[in-house]
């Protein structure tokens, strides 16, 4: 079975440019992270699913970054326009329900660099 | 202070060895702990998951949690260069569904 499965691996664009970023999460995953990793840093939240759902979204930056899960199943993640300091790697995960023992899956991420 | 702290490395071994690798946090209210392997240019995936204080045991990695020391370690046996990875801690509260990671050991094992 596929795991999470994110595109583009890489992405270079000039600053204010728009990008975006698309996730397949495993199938039947009804849970859905977008995360935010800096170079040398864990990753950070940026906005959780629960099937269509946005249902915790409070560290994405709304004036330049939105999301959307059609239909519960695939993600995109848009950021515009883009700034200098959103150069890093946006990780993508699933997992099947939200609750403390469920495993979240990671895809490889998409790493942005905006010059 | 960050709630949860790890120091970054990197930690170079040689092959064989027993690595320690450890996270201190300030949030007594975690009860979740995990630990994250990541290589380079891959997304982290889960080693290992425990919920009490004590040990956990799968094959060559043990992880420890002391909840009256907050404080969490990963020790790895017989270390491998295929070990070389970077190591993210992760911790989260029982009403909290996202769990706060640690900024990640980078790990060397040198054959």
């Known amino acids: 079975e596929a795991g999470v499965v994110q595109s583009p691996r890489y992405k270079i664009i000039e600053k204010k440019q728009p990008v975006a970023f698309w996730c397949n999460p495993i199938s039947g995953h009804n849970t859905l992270y977008w995360y935010l990793q800096n170079l040398g840093q864990g990753p950070e939240l940026l906005i959780r699913?629960?099937?269509?759902?946005?249902?915790?979204d409070s560290q994405l930056p709304k004036d330049r970054f939105s999301a959307e899960r059609l239909k519960g199943v695939d993600s995109t993640l848009k950021i515009q326009p883009a700034e200098l300091g959103d150069s890093a790697v946006y990780l993508c995960?699933?997992?099947?329900?939200?609750?403390?023992?469920?495993?979240?899956?990671f895809g490889q991420g998409t790493r942005l660099t905006v010059v | 202070q960050k709630e949860v702290e790890q120091d970054p490395g990197p930690l170079s071994v040689p092959e064989g060895a027993i690595v320690s690798l450890n996270c201190t946090y300030s949030n007594s209210a975690f009860q979740y702990f995990m630990w994250y392997r990541q290589y380079s240019r891959k997304g982290p995936e889960l080693l290992m998951y425990?919920?009490?204080?004590g040990n956990k045991e799968d094959g060559r990695f043990t992880a420890q949690v002391d909840k009256s020391s907050k404080y969490i370690s990963l020790f790895i046996r017989d270390s491998q260069p295929s070990d070389s990875a970077t190591y993210l801690c992760a911790m989260k509260s029982g009403g909290s569904y996202i769990p706060t990671f640690g900024r990640g050991t980078s790990l060397i094992v040198h054959p």
């Open positions: 699913y629960e099937n269509e759902e946005a249902v915790d």
């Open positions: 425990t919920y009490s204080s």
């Open positions: 995960a699933s997992s099947l329900s939200p609750g403390g023992h469920t495993e979240a899956f």
